[in-house]
């Protein structure tokens, strides 16, 4: 799910830290997490959500995989220190990827 501030990266928590004023100074720039945010949402306007959703880890690496009809979106999230290579994808580390039926598409 996105929140009100994810896209600014706000940091919040339970009840009242919920609550907290957006910084819309911060909001109006553009960063690498808005980017990545809109290009998810892209995908997932076009290609849908399913039922059939797969989340692991392999090598330190967050695996996140929907399957829709013929279409197998994967996300993977190298939040480690460390190269790390998942699917025969080599990872930076503090990198991510977006695959669309094994085909790197960011």
């Known amino acids: 799910c996105i929140y009100y501030g994810t896209e600014i ?3 919040g928590g339970y009840d009242p830290d919920c609550r907290r004023c957006m910084d819309w100074e911060k909001a109006e ?3 690498d997490i808005k980017n990545l945010l809109r290009e998810l949402a892209s995908i ?3 290609y ?3 039922e059939n959703v797969i989340i692991t880890e392999e090598n330190g690496v967050f695996v996140y995989i929907n399957e829709s009809g013929n279409n197998k979106i994967k996300l993977l999230i190298n939040n480690t220190d460390y190269t ?3 699917t025969g ?3 930076k580390p503090q990198s991510y ?3 669309l ?3 790197v598409i960011v």
């Open 89 to 91: 994808i080599k990872m």
């Open 84 to 86: 790390s290579v998942v």
């Open 29 to 31: 720039k553009e960063s």
């Open 9 to 11: 990266l706000m940091p």
């Open 48 to 50: 849908g959500v399913s």
């Open 101 to 103: 039926n094994e085909r």
């Open 97 to 99: 990827c977006i695959m």
């Open 44 to 46: 997932r306007r076009e």
